[in-house]
């Protein structure tokens, strides 16, 4: 239960120290694409960004890492089970995602993060 709860508070941490960096900088990083996080949509968001930087590894009963984010059920479970978070974020002893390569940008992880706290909807 304790871990439960530090990793809730380092997740939150994360969130709320990177939340004014996405909306300040982002933006042009990402060309035409805002960083809103106010209401995230799996299909309109979550599934974009996981498109440009996880499906090489993470797609389909054939995915090379072993964890297949290419449905919603998926993904979902492994967002339940903190991992994602602390993998997305690199918090310390989580393995760095995406692996191998740059940490993604501060506002798909506070996309992700936030959809994570808005309840992980369907939409």
Not at 89 to 94: C, Q, R
Not at 104 to 114: E, G, K, Q
Request: include cysteine; aromatic fraction near 8%; charge should be neutral.
């Amino acid at each position: 239960m304790k871990v439960k709860i530090l990793l809730a508070a380092v997740v939150a941490g994360i969130f709320l120290l990177n939340l004014p960096a996405c909306a300040k900088h982002n933006a042009v990083e990402l060309g035409l694409r805002s960083c809103d996080t106010t209401n995230v949509s799996y299909s309109a968001q979550i599934v974009s960004i996981l498109q440009d930087n996880c499906y090489v590894c993470h797609k389909g009963a054939g995915a090379s890492s072993g964890i297949d984010f290419s449905n919603y059920s998926a993904f979902k479970g492994w967002a339940q089970s903190g991992l994602l978070a602390g993998d997305i974020a690199a918090a310390p002893g989580f393995t760095p995602m995406p692996y191998g390569l740059p940490q993604l940008p501060t506002c798909d992880i506070n996309t992700i993060l936030a959809w994570i706290h808005q309840g992980m909807k369907n939409n």
